[in-house]
């Protein structure tokens, strides 16, 4: 039986006083859920903080991003071994925003701006590669634009990006994996994917991993659903029998709606 996984990621949002607030409301609001573990993503600025907060609780802790080298000359990047320092457990990696893959238009993001986020699968693989070795669980996600799916290729799409994702990771390190599936027309837009698509896709995700590894590891690895997760969804979309949790979004900013989604996995 995998246990299921509740993520925040709380993008950039969380000021220090802000960060403090959340965590201390979900300290005292969150159930003890058996089977669900529940995680919190704030920005790197205050995951010192948030360690601190939550040291000996039932929450645990994501980083939204790192860089791949384990030190040097790249200016402005966060090693792997910052996160494992301060009690980071897992790092969300291959998100579609610093993929450069938007589910709400950003008309300013010229082609030069776009570049900017452009992390593409081989950046990837290269961090899910440094996290597993700094010790680190890579959230990996993936998954089709609007586009995409209107041309019926979200299946290869989706496939695809677990595959290159993978490259070089072994069995024994793919088992442990947690994956996310997030359409990106679904996130932070409102429009969420419906349960039986959203179970089929993370179904897709769970077969392309068992197309590389086999069977067993297959059923080991844990694909959440990502896109507009609310506390009035989250308990279809988690009684699916391949979505082992949910990456949430704008919900995770309230303590409430994120409390209300984990009662949901439960
Ligand atoms: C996300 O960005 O991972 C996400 C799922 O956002 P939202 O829940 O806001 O759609």
């Known amino acids: 039986m995998r246990e299921k996984i509740i993520a925040g990621n709380w993008k950039m949002n969380g000021t220090l006083a802000e960060a403090r607030a959340l965590v201390t409301e979900l300290l005292a609001k969150l159930p003890t859920a058996e089977g669900v573990e529940t995680v919190v993503a704030p920005p ?3 995951l010192a903080t948030v360690a601190e ?3 000996g609780s039932k929450i645990a802790l994501a980083a939204q991003d790192m860089f791949w080298k384990e030190k040097g000359a790249y200016t402005g990047q966060i090693s792997p071994a910052f996160l494992t320092e301060i ?3 897992y790092v969300i990696i291959g998100h579609s925003e610093p993929r450069g893959r938007f589910g709400v238009a ?3 993001f010229t082609p030069t701006v776009l570049a900017y986020f452009g992390a593409s699968d081989e ?10 070795k700094a010790g680190l669980i890579p959230i990996i996600c993936v998954g089709e634009t609007l586009a995409e799916r209107e041309a019926n290729t979200t299946d290869a799409v989706v496939s695809s990006q677990v595959t290159a994702a993978l490259a070089g990771i072994t069995a024994e390190q793919a088992a442990g994996l947690v994956f996310a599936y997030e359409p990106v027309w679904a996130i932070g837009t409102g429009k969420v994917c419906a349960g039986d698509e959203a179970d089929r896709v993370c179904g897709v995700v769970r077969a392309a991993v068992g197309k590389l590894y086999g069977a067993e590891v297959a059923e080991k690895v844990r694909v959440q659903y ?3 997760v609310k506390a009035d969804n989250a308990k279809e979309l988690l009684s699916m029998k391949n979505i082992d949790g949910a990456l949430v979004g704008g919900a995770s900013l309230k303590a409430a709606d994120f409390v209300g989604i984990v009662t949901g996995a439960k």
Do not use: M, W, Y
């Not at 950046?123 to 597993?132: F, G, I, S, T």
């Open 106 to 108: 950003e008309p300013d």
């Open 226 to 228: 990502g896109g507009s």
């Open 123 to 132: 950046v990837v693989n290269r961090k899910a590669h440094a996290a597993l």
């Open 87 to 89: 009690g980071v457990k």
């Open 44 to 46: 790197a600025t205050a």
């Open 53 to 55: 907060l939550i040291k």
